[in-house]
């Protein structure tokens, strides 16, 4: 593949082209020297403002039960991937932690290798530490890599804040957001020391945010997506979109490797849910091919803003 690198950079080209099949504008110099985090392509990671590497694609856990749980995070281990998002609220921190310490002892993987993503909730607000305390009890894997605010509520700066002095102490490494848009994260950043080194918003080929994401980036601040294939009740309709299922046979892959192809293109990072080894494995193996400019335009065509979930 020519110009990875710049692949964020033309990706946005695309995007801003604006319409299907006309060619994207040349890339100007501000755009690719831009402070919007570059994935590397090679390895497979982005450098984060916190000075962290972390991986552009993993697996999502919301819904996942125990057992199942511990399987998906095994059979991601085993394939290859090494970032994995969990959240208090999915009830399965435990199993994710489980999944982490059985993979790296039968795969002889090092700790440093993996990342894992866990958020406190709203509720949680209130007494932060408490939250903290907890995730890295149930966790179990010694420091956290990323923790976020799972969306904007009452105390998230305090919440925040306490964040930040963990990350300090060393038990937690990296410090995100989750749902928070243009407006929020205007009043947000200013209440706080440590810059977010991600945000993790709802985005798919049907809701685009075309216009949080560059404001997002350009903040050098890593955008990370959740129901990259719309969420469960809606895959099939997005798996099945006629677009994406010719682009998808033009390349010979599928159309979730598609969609998160795309993403991965915008210099969004992919965490899709799967319970399935045979899918997990699907979701990592997206660099053998790149859309082109005009594949792009042509998915950017399909936004509705069509958010398939409240917050
Ligand atoms: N921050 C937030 O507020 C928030 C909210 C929601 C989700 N999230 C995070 O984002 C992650 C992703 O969202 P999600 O899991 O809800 O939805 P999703 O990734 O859009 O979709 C998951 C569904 O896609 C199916 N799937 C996965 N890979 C597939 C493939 N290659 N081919 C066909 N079907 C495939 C899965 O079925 P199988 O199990 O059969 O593979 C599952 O039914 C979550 O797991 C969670 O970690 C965050």
Request: charged residues 25%.
């Amino acid at each position: 593949m020519k110009s990875k690198k710049k692949l964020a950079g033309l990706a946005l080209a695309a995007l801003l082209s604006g319409c299907a099949g006309e060619p994207a504008p040349p890339v100007q110099p501000e755009t690719v020297e831009s402070t919007a985090p570059v994935f590397d392509f090679e390895a497979k990671t982005v450098m984060l403002n916190s000075g962290y590497a972390m991986p552009i694609m993993g697996l999502g856990t919301y819904s996942l039960g125990h057992d199942t749980c511990v399987n998906s995070v095994m059979a991601l281990l085993e394939s290859g991937g090494r970032l994995i998002d969990t959240a208090y609220m999915y009830h399965n921190e435990e199993a994710v932690g489980e999944g982490v310490r059985r993979g790296m002892e039968e795969y002889g993987i090092p700790r440093e290798e993996i990342f894992v993503i866990t958020k406190i909730y709203p509720s949680q607000y209130d007494d932060p530490e408490a939250a903290l305390d907890m995730a890295l009890e149930k966790l179990d894997i010694g420091y956290i890599d990323m923790v976020l605010l799972h969306h904007p509520g009452k105390g998230d700066v305090q919440a925040y804040q306490a964040m930040e002095k963990y990350a300090a102490q060393g038990k937690i490494r990296s410090l995100g957001l989750s749902n928070w848009y243009i407006e929020e994260l205007t009043e947000f950043l200013p209440q706080v020391t440590v810059m977010p080194a991600l945000v993790q918003n709802e985005i798919h080929p049907y809701y685009q945010e075309q216009d949080v994401v560059p404001f997002i980036q350009e903040k050098g601040i890593v955008m990370q997506c959740w129901y990259p294939l719309g969420g469960r009740g809606h895959t099939a309709e997005l798996l099945n979109d006629e677009t994406i299922r010719a682009i998808a046979e033009a390349h010979d892959v599928s159309s979730a490797q598609v969609i998160l192809r795309w993403d991965l293109q915008r210099g969004i990072v992919v965490i899709p849910g799967s319970s399935n080894p045979d899918h997990i494995r699907e979701n990592l193996d997206l660099f053998d091919f790149e859309l082109t400019a005009e594949e792009m335009a042509a998915i950017a065509a399909l936004d509705r803003n069509e958010k398939h979930d409240w917050y």
